[in-house]
């Protein structure tokens, strides 16, 4: 049966410069798939290899981002000589580029993409512009991003975003594809995207490996609560401090793990308004974080924007930590009101000490959420059948 099929599988995925989430559900996958006996190969670019570029190369990047012809010939190569099952892809922004669909459905081998962010209906990929959310290029098409120079404030990498975006649109490439979305709100969003067939969209959210140590009952807990995360208006960090400046002298510790262009902001903040139980740690090895957020009484994500998947989600419930986020997008479809943690609106300090103080009014949450979604076995089940669907229907 297709179901049980040790399927040879090649990933795709070109890396960021600065690495991220997406780079480690790419490792967390290829492991889990090889440990149950799976085939896989890599195909991989870095962006890191765009400074190294000559000038020529540079004024042919447009193109190789619209089209990348190593690719296209790499990939087929590649399909053939190993005898791929499925290609399943992570990211093609910038050196990879669309051209590794065209590969595999010219050789007849069916395509995954996982939908890690909004790029596809959203040139800047998040859906946030000017310090709120904004969903203009749905309602009125790619002119407003170019418009507003979504894509890194350029107005010009932003036409080039657009061009690709429109020309594999009109060459009809996406209604080719299967679609790994991590929430039933990417599924929504992704949706609204025309090309794209409902039949062809899978969920499968990410996971992380439960931890070997005993969960941390929370009357052993000290009374403390973890951001992890950038420190920019994005992420809500000045939302946080000022929801812990209103706590005032009953305030619980807090502590900050993560660097950003907000660093300096948030010690002058937290200077001025003698913010003594918050702690700015930094740069924290995942390995720490992780331990932080065990003994934690809970994760605090205020978000200002819809969010990929937070993987720092997954690591609390993990450690059976709940976890209190924004009300917007997949923090909202992931976070369950007294189940497994409490929401807020994104932009009201007001509104997050009321879940604060919720949350200091309950008992532990969260464990059981962990091993029904988000643990290695419950997600390689889910990761299986999607791959016997998309074999079947090639």
Known sequence: ????????????????????????????????????????????????????????????????????????????????????????????????????????????????????NFRLLCPDATFYRDGHICEDCIAHGFRCAIHHGCYRESKLQTLACVINLCLHRKLGIYRKLNYICLTEFNKKKLLEFKQVREKNIYIKPNFVEKTRDRIIPYKERPDQYIFVGRLEKLKGIDVLLRAWDLLGESAPKLIICGTGPMENWCREFIKHNKLKRVELKGFVENKETRRLISYSRALILPTQCYEGFPMTIAEAYSVGTPVIGSDIGNVDSIVEEGKTGWKFRPDSPGSLLSAINRCMETRELANDEFYKKYDSHTNYDLLQKIYAFVYRGK
């Open 1 to 116: 049966m297709d179901s049980d099929k040790k399927y040879r599988i090649l990933q795709v995925h070109n890396y960021y410069q600065i690495p991220g989430g997406e780079d480690a559900v790419v490792a967390n996958e290829k492991q889990l798939l090889e440990e149950h006996g799976h085939k896989v190969f890599q195909y991989t670019r870095n962006n890191n290899e765009l400074k190294h570029l000559s000038v020529f190369q540079k004024l042919l990047l447009p193109f190789a981002t619209l089209f990348n012809i190593k690719t296209y010939r790499d990939i087929r190569h590649i399909i053939k000589k190993q005898d791929i099952d499925i290609v399943h892809v992570h990211n093609t922004l910038s050196l990879i580029s669309p051209a590794v669909y065209y590969a595999a459905i010219s050789v007849n081998t069916p395509v995954v993409q996982t939908i890690h």
